[in-house]
């Protein structure tokens, strides 16, 4: 049995970016709302993302986020459009927090500090006069009637008329992201779209690879392909590491990678390998005529010399080894099959890959609570009237650059301002 004392109108679980947002909307609307929270503390993934500095959204409207979240941008444009990015960084400004905007429409504090987002979501919380319970994970949650629902905690049970789910995926499980809300959403009847780690550095074990770890690219762009068909592809910054590639643009492809890992399916045909192009702003056809052009006007120039200048050295000269071309090559010692090769290699290196760094090192999960079963306005689920779902519980991932916390905030608030 619960007591006054242990009921509420709302009881949100999982203090998190989407989790905060539909405790603290809940709350202005005259809601008593309780946020539960397994951990100790709050707030843990707010903290580590971004390396620390929290990139809370990105500038661009909600109808040009929607369709980065791909079979999701429909599902997602009711919510973000209610509560798009401007409305996130006017939120943050009155709660004190400055922004500033960085290359690729990337949001952080002014102040760099994830800290100053956690402790201004803490402060508008309390403001707001919902409560937090910390150390409480929810061990079930049972509908008693229309109205009337159950959450068992290792502290007793505690009652609320409505629900709102925000426990997160199972992306940094060391911070306590484990799941839980699929087992939550499971007990009610809904299906769980299959999980996979997503923004993810990706592992490929080809010893050149390795050998120029911190290598990086202000634009690279990586396809995951399978047989002949091209399953994801990005344009964006690339990074060289001591266990594979990095960086945005093989983060917003790993969801990818990671399907065909779970499925045991990384040998074979039809096994994913990542072809990247090293120079997309250059045609094949432009990289050849320029290798021709240098051979009759710089024809005693080294070969590395005359690649694209947006190249690093270091990578210069593994690509002559994978094109096996000599390092000692002048241009105007290029045969023709040298300088085809070269261009392959420039543009379209393909590389096996091993799979990726998991759920430890992986920013979001991709899959969760089916989206059919949700209504996108109101993030009510279809099936029980009173349970709502909200943030990365969903199936529901963007690529990396402040998306995925605009989406915790924008269903959050929508959950929140409707209960």
Known sequence: MT????????????????????????????????????????????????????????????????????????????????????????????????????????????SNRATDVLEALLRELRTSGAGMALGRPALAVERLG???????????????????????????PKLGTTGDGYAIARAFGHRIRPTTPALVALVVDVPWVRALSGVTLPRARVAVVSGKRVLAERTRGFLFTHFGVSGPAPMDV???????????????????????????DVTEAALDDAL??????EGSRPVPAVLPESLPERLRHALLDVAQVPIDRRAAELSREERRRLVAAVKATDLPVA???????????AGG????????????????????????????????????FQAAFATGAAAGRIV
């Open 254 to 280: 790993s969801a990818e990678v990671a399907r065909f890992e779970a499925d045991s399916a990384l040998e074979g045909p039809k096994a994913p390998r990542l072809r990247l192009d090293f120079a997309p």
């Open 355 to 365: 799979g990726t760094r998991g759920y430890a090192h992986a920013e979001v999960t």
């Open 146 to 172: 229309p109205e009337d629902f159950r959450i068992d905690t290792p502290a007793g049970p505690i009652g609320a008329r409505r629900v709102i789910v925000t426990t997160g995926g199972l992306s940094y």
């Open 3 to 110: 007591s006054p004392e242990t009921s509420f109108d709302v009881v949100v679980i999982g203090a998190g970016a989407a989790g905060f947002m539909a405790a603290i909307q809940a709350a202005r609307r005259g809601r008593r709302v309780l946020l539960l929270e397994k951990n100790p503390r709050p707030g843990l993934k707010i903290l580590v993302s971004g390396g620390t500095r929290c990139n809370l959204t990105n500038d661009l409207d909600a109808d040009g986020m929607a369709p980065e979240f791909g079979r999701a941008a429909s599902f997602l444009l009711p919510s973000l459009r209610a509560f798009d990015s401007r409305e996130t960084v006017r939120f943050f400004g009155t709660a004190g927090v400055e922004t500033k905007c960085e290359p690729e429409g990337k949001i952080f504090p002014k």
């Open 292 to 297: 021709r052009a240098a051979a009759s006007r």
């Open 369 to 404: 609570v089916d989206l059919r079963e949700i209504d996108p306005v109101t993030l009510e689920s279809r099936f029980v009237h009173g349970l709502f779902f909200a943030g990365e519980v969903l199936d529901a991932h963007g690529p990396i650059g402040g998306f995925n």
